[in-house]
């Protein structure tokens, strides 16, 4: 434990926890076994820090959020129950990081589930297990991120995004609000939708919806212009038939 640490009434750090200089830990964290908290990381109260998590330097962390909770992870056995797959890997969260209240950051299966640098999370968002989140990111509220997931830097996930598993997206992608990603993203591009495609495309294809009923209502007038038109044809057919 290094000078100038903080820490609240009733929170508890289990064995081999390392706390950095200048660090506060607020009242009811918990940290669990091997957990190293870097240089001057606040961790507001009712935090959970689960065994073998690593925060570098200057991560903030609000009340309620629960980083390396186990993976979601299962297969079927013979029988057709569900086997737990442990959840053996880490959590490590780069510096600068701030992690919102009641976030869940699954830790790994094997390797490392891994934020960099620089990146905010906000309130509410599931990370899953061995997902990489880039430099500089900006994750809205509600976001669910499914594992596997690659994320590169300064990406931005607005509210409610979907992430399905074992996609990449690339550099500078925004991803519009109520989203869904089912497939991997270029570098640089903007989406929205579900399934997310170019955000141009998704304003045309709703513009076209919000003009179907008065389509609808000009091809019922070409209908019925037609229906008339037909009647008068049929009607001189009739007539010259009778001349004849």
Known sequence: MEEEVVIGPFSVLEEGVSVGQGAII????????GSRIGKHCRLYPHVVIREGVVLK???????GAVIGSDGFGYVKDQQGQYVKIPQVGGVLIE???EIGSNVTIDRATIGWTLV???T????????AHNVVVGEDCIIVAQVGIAGSVVIGDRARLAGQVGVTDHVEIGHDVTVGAKSGVTKSLPPGVTVIGYPAVPHMDFKRTISSINRMPKLLKDVQILEERIRRLEERVEGREQKRDADY
Do not use: A, E, F, T
Request: hydrophobic content about 40%; cysteine-free; charged content about 30%.
């Open 26 to 33: 607020g009242p009811l964290v918990y940290i669990g076994r």
């Open 120 to 127: 905010k999370i906000d309130n509410l968002v599931q990370i």
């Open 116 to 118: 960099k640098r620089g």
């Open 57 to 63: 330097d200057r991560v903030i962390v609000h009340s």
């Open 95 to 97: 510096d600068d990081v």
